[in-house]
């Protein structure tokens, strides 16, 4: 073996992985280097050697990357939360586009050709900071058994205190001070992971970016809060609080929420627009956290699915119903399939308080609904939206999709990976790639958006399997 554990080594860096980590070759041997930026010439420490590729800590830049910017966050590399601040807005895109191009070849065996005449421009942001509209704030005690709020250490459960992320909502400071300081007058105990005791776990906060409203929801060890109304007094002069609530969770589990919620004040949930419609927010529901990039990326979906006013438009994996209340308005009628029973009634409510009359929602799994309402009830589909979570879509349902055969399939997908493979296996099932836009939802960070446009094959004969 070339080199070993703790040798310093010099490396160019040329590329960057798909976390966003810097790659580059010492002596021809590849390193992974966290933190290096493309273009760096760095110092780096080998932390683990395989035996064609090592990885390695970033310990001086010798030469800096032309991309590289002043990045605007004190700990933002301690932080596991933004992989890329220290890289130009304008490379991070670059980079999400190529990352998205390179997996669709890689994984989904599509050809560069292919991939270069479908491939739109990125959509990106103007600000890349403060758009996030939710935050879950670890709360924990520091070496020195003082209260913390902030973020896990990257790959860690240890807390680096932070109560003002940059890419956060500039009231989640003044409610983790409140928290903060309510737990050490009431001697409230933040929950120890290694020993299950104590109480306070998570601080959720969400803030509705178009109407204002806010919500705070403290994840708990336990089944009640002590001088609860204490902390409602502090957190219900906040301007735009609407929802201060906690939800149980005594399992020993990385799910940060647990299922049931207890509201101390104001109302369940909390209300946000995306472009005409407008939603109702629980704690236990998804709901995009870019809620500008969101407005886009839904434009794009709306584009690609292109509907001319009577089709049957399946929306799985739909959360709150927002592409299926966004779709409603062109389509004859929607379908949505999502396994969270309270999203399932947000998007019901959601439909009803828009006045939006053709869309259904069925509470499962995505790979049961579907061949179940298609095989039983014999319902159709002309086009299919999926917008699975990271790991994709099930086997199942894919193949159900090809039974039903939609003209048109658009996939929203949060992991490229997973995106190629489940594209592979459309294609081979009768579709082909017709658009590919990338959209940054999450500026900072190595994670990128993606939307395919897949349009049905008529002749058996032209699939393109590559
Ligand atoms: N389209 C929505 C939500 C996307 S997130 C939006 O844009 O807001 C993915 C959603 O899939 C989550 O709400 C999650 O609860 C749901 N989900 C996860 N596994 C599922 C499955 N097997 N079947 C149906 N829904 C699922």
Redesign the pocket.
Same mark, same amino acid.
């Given at each position: 073996m070339k080199y070993q554990k703790n040798d310093k080594v010099v490396i160019k860096i040329e590329d960057m992985g798909s976390s966003g980590e810097g790659i580059g070759k010492a002596d021809g041997f590849p390193f992974f280097v966290k933190d290096a930026l493309i273009g760096d010439t760095v110092e780096a420490r080998a932390t683990k050697v395989k035996q064609n590729y090592g990885y390695a800590r970033l310990e001086k830049v010798i030469t800096p990357s032309s991309f590289r910017v002043e990045p605007v966050c004190p700990v933002h590399r301690q932080c596991g939360g933004c992989q890329l601040q220290a890289l130009s807005y304008e490379k991070q895109l670059e980079y999400k586009q190529k990352k998205v191009q390179d997996a669709l070849m890689r994984i989904g065996g599509f050809s560069r050709e292919t991939i270069d005449r479908i491939t739109e421009p990125v959509v990106g942001m103007e600000s890349g900071f403060h758009y996030r509209n939710k935050a879950q704030f670890p709360i924990g005690s520091d070496k020195n058994g003082n209260l913390v709020a902030g973020f896990y250490a990257g790959r860690t459960h240890s807390i680096i205190a932070n109560t003002d992320c940059a890419l956060g909502v500039p009231e989640n400071r003044e409610i983790l001070e409140i928290v903060l300081a309510y737990m050490r007058k009431y001697h409230v105990p933040a929950y120890d992971e290694k020993t299950g005791r104590g109480l306070v776990r998570h601080v959720l906060i969400r803030k509705g970016f178009v109407t204002g409203q806010l919500m705070v929801c403290l994840v708990i060890n336990g089944k009640k809060l002590p001088s609860a109304e204490r902390l409602v007094a502090a957190l219900a002069v906040i301007p735009g609080m609407t929802s201060v609530s906690y939800s149980v969770n005594e399992k020993n589990t990385n799910v940060i929420i647990g299922e049931r919620i207890v509201l101390l004040w104001g109302k369940e949930r909390i209300e946000d627009r995306i472009g005409d419609i407008m939603f109702s927010i629980s704690p236990l529901?998804?709901?995009?956290v870019n809620p500008v990039q969101?407005e886009k /990326?839904?434009g794009v979906a709306a584009e690609f699915a292109d509907l001319k006013g009577n089709e049957t438009v399946w929306? /799985?994996? *739909?959360?709150?119903g927002?592409?299926s209340l966004f779709l409603a308005g062109k389509a004859g009628q929607v379908y949505g399939?999502?396994? &969270?029973p309270q999203?399932v009634a947000d998007a019901r409510d959601n439909a009803a308080r828009n006045g939006i009359g053709n869309a259904s929602f069925f509470v499962?799994?995505?790979?049961e &609904?579907l061949p179940e309402k298609y095989r039983r009830e014999g319902i159709t589909a002309d086009v299919i939206v999926v917008?699975?979570?990271r790991k994709g879509c099930?086997e199942r *349902?894919l193949a159900t999709m090809l039974q039903m055969r939609p003209e048109k399939i658009v996939y929203?997908s *949060?992991d490229c990976a997973t995106l190629a493979r489940d594209l592979k296996a459309l294609c081979a099932g009768g579709y082909e790639p017709e658009r590919v836009r990338a959209v940054d939802m999450f500026p900072m960070t190595g994670h990128v958006e993606s939307i395919v446009l897949l349009s049905k094959l008529h002749t058996k004969q032209n699939i393109e399997v590559e």
């Open positions: 529901s998804f709901y995009q969101t /990326l839904y929306d /799985l994996y *739909c959360g709150i927002t592409i399939v999502e396994v &969270v999203a499962g799994k995505a790979e &609904v917008d699975p979570p099930d *349902c929203v *949060c």
